[in-house]
């Protein structure tokens, strides 16, 4: 134990996320847009482990729809000696992160991260990696869990536990999505985080887990790594065992059932832009309280978010309102409803399945 | 004089307003635009004169920039038999219909009209200019006049004198566009018409007019119309001639001059569709209120105007909202603001010359 190995990162980018429909689509996904800085999320969320003083080369975890996108990605970040492991379906975070575990030595510690999170201090998410590194490598499968700084009811909730090592405690409960009382209620108290889908783990730990709490998930991974082919960096998983496997997130299969299961807090600046409202707070406002990206134009309008990736977007008198637009669509919603956006999709999906 | 000799339309086609910005530009002006019909406005305003037994065939002014649109538009509605007088540069009203009178018979009847406005009600048309036959073939020039249903400040007026013949009365005044506290007196007062710029007139009267008041605009259009070249149907007015003509309008010219002025009421449906308030006011509600043409979407929207000739438009949860969308630009204001569209276009003149 207490070994020097460097880090092995894990990076999630098989996501497909309509939240931020119409610049996010099945084609090119929010993790791959340059939303917060001239990198897409992809990048950011490589460029975080890229230190090779406490890291390897991170393995990616994504869709095959994605290969060109992600290849060409990290080319641009010089992340060319990535492996990347190219699922042949969806299949959720459970099988995509035993595909990894699988793909690593025993005792190497993964790092698992979503590609489509933002996170604003670096240095306070290693010093949080850095805290969580001994109980990761006493066994422990470790969790971050982010302060909530609002009664939030999209995500879940990890209730704190007792202190184990370093600043890892246990986790006495993982409680879905709450209501809007009960979500007040956890910020009150205090020992309530948010689980914010990162983890650090020995992949042998891991394995063991996945073994005990969904072995279904990791005989389907397993056969499909056997079958594998390679191309390069690249590495198929076989694709009509991978599509066996139950679509499952980590946090079903896994974590909540799982004895050895820690949280580590993490403050550090998280958010996973989950909408254009949010994308909207985290950004910076002009002198108008507008967030204008793209060839975009205002008069008399404030707080209002507009992007564009196509056409000129002139905005005249108008308030606190989203504007999306790109060659083929444009969205318009107020601020503060941006969840509705999903049932937009849904209906456009209803209604031309061609546009899906 | 009662001459049963047919009426010659004469329609003005060289406008390019940029009120009806994004959809309507430089190149393809709101004439041209299907905003109310399967056809444009310039198409609709032809076929209102197409009665053979009543009108001859027109003669139509407009922008050599626009001749494929002109031609195109004519031949979808079986006009190609209309003559074209096609101005290399744009000199306004008066201009444009001594080019029309010039080439016209000195004793035929000329109905002037614009081409970008609508007219709901075509019977009442025909009765008016019915109506204003005789004070025509009498020597007058008649100008039709619109019964105001608002005080509206964008109009000029026209106050309505004693009755002369028919329903044709003389002009006691031409009023500039007044402020609203003087627009609310002229509705209430009952005998102020607005000035739709619809005229009928003897070619020989008109071109007497200009003689006396405006004859260097007479004289620059004689010259053009002398060494003018033809093509088909196409006439083309000498170019560096009628370039020295003023820009001005047929009101300023000669209306407001001339004594031997009528005017004829006219209740027909006019609308100029001046902008995308007008056009909202003007065309027919969904059920919830909503004005929505091309690949357009709502969900919980009210009272919006939104058209696309580009992107599909996704609107949520927004009200009173005008939103105009093309493969270049998207427009967003708020109803009732629509006349802010102009410092729009202005501020994107500015910042690139090359959008104008």
């Known amino acids: 134990m207490q070994s020097s190995k460097r880090i092995r990162p894990v990076i999630l980018s098989g996501g497909s996320g309509t939240r931020l429909w119409p610049l996010s689509t099945d084609a090119k996904p929010k993790q791959f847009l340059a939303l917060v800085a ?19 080369s991170p393995v990616i975890v994504g869709s095959i729809r994605h290969r060109d996108l992600i290849e060409q990605q990290l080319a641009e970040i010089g992340a060319e000696d990535s492996a990347i492991i190219l699922e042949p379906a969806p299949r959720n975070t459970a099988a995509a992160i035993a595909l990894a575990a699988l793909a690593s030595a025993p005792d190497e510690t993964l790092l698992v991260m979503p590609s489509d999170h933002v996170i604003d201090d670096a240095e306070a998410f290693h ?4 805290a969580a590194l001994p109980a990761a490598r006493n066994g422990f499968l470790v969790t971050f869990g982010i302060s909530p700084d609002r009664p939030e009811v999209g995500y879940g909730y990890i209730k704190q536990g007792e202190a184990l090592i370093s600043n890892a405690h246990r986790v006495d409960a993982f409680i879905e999505k709450p209501d809007v009382a009960t979500a007040r209620d956890f910020v009150e108290r205090g020992c309530f985080l948010w689980n914010g889908g990162i983890f650090l783990f020995q992949a042998s730990d891991f394995i063991a887990a996945m073994a005990d709490h969904a072995p279904d998930v990791l005989d389907a991974a397993g056969k499909a790594m056997a079958a594998r082919a390679e191309e390069g960096n690249c590495l198929f998983p ?29 403050d550090a600046g998280w958010s996973d832009l989950g909408s254009w409202d949010a994308l909207f707070d985290h950004a910076m406002k002009d002198e108008s309280g507008n967030v204008m990206t793209g060839d975009v134009h205002q008069i008399e309008s404030y707080g209002c978010h507009i992007r564009t990736e196509g056409p000129l977007v002139a905005a005249v008198g108008v308030n606190d309102l989203i504007v999306l637009a790109t060659r083929d669509h444009v969205l318009i919603v107020p601020r503060g409803q941006a969840q509705k956006v999903k049932a937009v ?9 061609d546009r899906k």
Do not use: W
């Open 38 to 56: 001239d990198r897409s999320m992809f990048q950011l969320t490589v460029q975080r482990v890229q230190r090779r003083d406490s890291f390897e």
């Open 127 to 130: 010093a949080a990696v850095t």
């Open 238 to 266: 076989e694709a009509s065992s991978f599509s066996r496997s139950p679509a499952i997130s980590i946090d079903y299969a896994v974590m909540e059932k799982a004895r050895n299961v820690a949280v580590v807090p993490l």
């Open 345 to 353: 999709v849904e209906l456009l999906s209803l209604n031309r399945p």
